[in-house]
């Protein structure tokens, strides 16, 4: 597969950087967990990956399943690696695997914030360590106060910590892509198992700029908002990016009574 040809509507931008490939590998968590990897692409990762640990990965493209077959056919013989080839998020639609996982992979950008979200409200996954987009890794990361702290920073919070291991460049990439990248690092010590609080977090950060109570007038009585708001020694006024994820957790509480 020499000449081959990347995919864009598969985001299909190839890691050639060796030095980030070992960043990657040396940063992993230490633990008996296996690995999933989602688009192991032309196995830049991969190969490292399978020297370390078993591997599951899932890759759409059926060119670079033929591929990966040949390329990986002594591990896969011997079980270390396992290829799934299809479109993970149909996958996903039942339990993606049944063992615990550490989820190591260049994501596919078009569909990373889905499956990092899905991956911490999967109790399978325990940690998730994956090149996206930096913008996006710099909001599964942020903490309240900074102007990017979302609801994904909330729900992040809500089952464990991230962090930005190292931010990388268009060049570490062929083709490039026309944005910086990083790997994020999310190391989850608590299981997401609520859905309405991600419904009263979107909700929270309707319009990121309007107050937290004007956001959360449109289902909810204002007054009692505020009143809310008020107990909790918070200002009326108080911005969606102000409020901290165990503030969330008591507000949302105080909500469902
Ligand atoms: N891991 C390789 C690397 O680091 O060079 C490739 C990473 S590339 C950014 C993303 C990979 O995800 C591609 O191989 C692409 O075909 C695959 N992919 C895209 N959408 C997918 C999906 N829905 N399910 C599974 N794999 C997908």
């Keep these: 597969m020499e000449n081959v040809v990347a995919k864009k509507q598969f985001g299909?931008?190839?890691?050639?950087?060796?030095?980030?490939?070992?960043?990657?590998?040396?940063s992993m968590p230490k633990n008996n967990n296996k690995i999933v990897e989602i688009g192991p692409g032309l196995g830049d990762l991969t190969k490292y990956l399978v020297d370390i640990k078993s591997v599951e990965a899932f890759e759409v493209d059926t060119d670079l399943c033929q591929y990966l077959n040949k390329t990986f056919e002594k591990e896969i013989n011997t079980?270390?690696?396992?290829?799934?080839?299809?479109?993970?998020?149909?996958?996903?639609?039942?339990?993606l695997v049944d063992y615990e996982y550490d989820m190591v992979a260049n994501l596919p950008y078009y569909i990373a914030t889905n499956i990092i979200l899905k991956a911490l409200a999967d109790t399978n996954c325990k940690n998730i360590m994956v090149m996206v987009q930096l913008e996006v890794a710099q909001k599964f990361a942020a903490l309240v106060g900074e102007k990017v702290f979302s609801s994904l920073g909330v729900i992040t919070q809500s089952v464990?910590?991230?962090?930005?291991?190292?931010?990388?460049p268009p060049e570490s990439f062929d083709p490039a892509p026309k944005v910086d990248s990083a790997v994020l690092f999310i190391q989850k010590s608590s299981n997401r198992d609520d859905k309405g609080f991600?419904?009263?977090?979107?909700?929270?950060?309707?319009?990121?700029?309007?107050?937290?109570?004007?956001?959360?007038?449109?289902?909810?009585?204002?007054?009692?908002?505020?009143?809310?708001?008020?107990n909790l020694e918070l200002k009326p006024t108080i911005r969606p990016h102000e409020i901290s994820t165990p503030l969330y957790q008591q507000i949302y509480k105080?909500?469902?009574?």
């Design 79 to 95: 079980k270390r690696f396992t290829l799934n080839c299809g479109d993970v998020l149909e996958a996903w639609k039942s339990e």
């Design 160 to 168: 464990g910590e991230a962090s930005i291991v190292v931010k990388v």
């Design 12 to 26: 299909q931008n190839f890691l050639k950087d060796d030095g980030v490939l070992h960043k990657i590998i040396q």
């Design 198 to 230: 991600e419904e009263f977090l979107k909700l929270s950060f309707t319009q990121p700029r309007k107050t937290f109570a004007k956001n959360l007038s449109s289902e909810y009585d204002k007054s009692l908002v505020l009143e809310i708001l008020e």
């Design 254 to 257: 105080k909500l469902q009574k």
